[in-house]
């Protein structure tokens, strides 16, 4: 068994209204920052995984995701696998 | 006749339901996330609140409480069981009914009365209220905006199961959904606090149509 540190990002999906990214657009460019476009507000959760290959982690993580660490009906997650 | 109200961890609307239920002239008592069996209880409430303090997302943790099984069995058997708020939230997460409950469009925590109005009548809910009735319930949330994909919003429409639209929509919540039931209409989730308005010394008693429906679901079963 092996110790994969995971991290995975969890964002709303496309087309899914994220009404705290668009208020920091919004208020971007008052305080002087042109320019910047598509803001989008996620979280971003870190843990290690017991496993014995890369293979078998990744799989027990996106299961993890999908039953726990995100609602499918609204968030994606982005799994990196850091080994 | 009596009706059994879930209490996690972090919910706070519990005593409200049970006063809510007794002005509705039914008897409630109240039920123990841990529990793995739902006692004789006739129907099920999941409350208000913050269950599991809304760690992670909403009703994320509640799903997994070992009361929730027999939630889903007593619902699989066509037993009444609504959901308000945070417990529309739970019904979501545990996949008793589809969509989710977002955070609302202008990020403001909502805290006040509005008017929803009735439209179907075929839920455990709404089954002694008049098509088109508009009501005046209170809402507290911060996530109450309604999403669901097209196909499903298809699909509620279709089989009439958006049972409440907000008159003027308060979160952003697709089509104005207040609250929506089950293919069978037993199943019903709601962001509106029917129990918060159920005596004249809170101001209104239009959730008391919503109750006595349910409570005479809960009676002939």
């Not at chain 2, 039931?181 to 029917?194: I, K």
Request: charged content about 20%.
């Amino acid at each position: 068994m092996a110790s994969f540190p995971v991290l995975v990002e969890v964002t709303l999906r496309p087309g899914i209204a994220d009404p705290q990214g668009a208020t920091i657009e919004r208020a971007l460019p008052a305080l002087g920052f042109d320019g910047v476009e598509g803001v989008r507000v996620g979280k971003a959760i870190r843990f290690t995984v017991e496993a014995p290959d890369l293979e078998s982690a990744r799989s027990r993580v996106d299961d993890l995701c999908q039953k726990f660490l995100t609602n499918p009906v609204i968030e994606d997650a982005k799994v990196t696998i850091e080994r | 006749m009596k009706v059994g109200v879930v209490v996690f961890p972090g919910s706070n609307c519990e005593f409200d339901v049970v006063e809510g239920v007794r002005a509705g002239g039914g008897d409630a008592e109240l039920l123990w996330h841990g529990d793995r069996a739902l006692a004789d209880v006739d129907a099920v409430v999941l409350p208000g609140g913050f269950a599991h303090g809304d760690y992670l997302r909403p009703g994320a943790f509640a799903r997994f409480s070992p009361v929730m099984d027999a939630v889903a069995e007593f619902a699989r058997n066509g037993g009444p069981v609504v959901g308000i708020c945070n417990g529309f939230q739970v019904l979501t997460e545990a996949g008793l009914l589809p969509g989710a409950l977002q955070k609302n469009a202008g990020l403001k925590f909502l805290c006040r009365a509005v008017d929803v109005r009735v439209d179907s009548t075929k839920s455990v809910l709404t089954s002694g209220a008049a098509p088109g009735q508009v009501l005046r319930l209170p809402i507290n949330h911060f996530e109450g905006n309604y999403t669901c994909d097209q196909h499903t919003l298809d699909e509620l429409r279709a089989d009439d199961r958006i049972v409440l639209r907000y008159v003027d929509n308060p979160n952003g919540a697709t089509d104005d959904i207040a609250g929506i039931c089950s293919p069978q209409g037993n199943v019903v989730g709601l962001m509106p606090h029917p129990e918060r308005a159920s005596d004249p010394l809170l101001g209104s008693t239009d959730g008391l149509v919503l109750l006595r429906s349910f409570l005479s679901v809960a009676a002939r079963r």
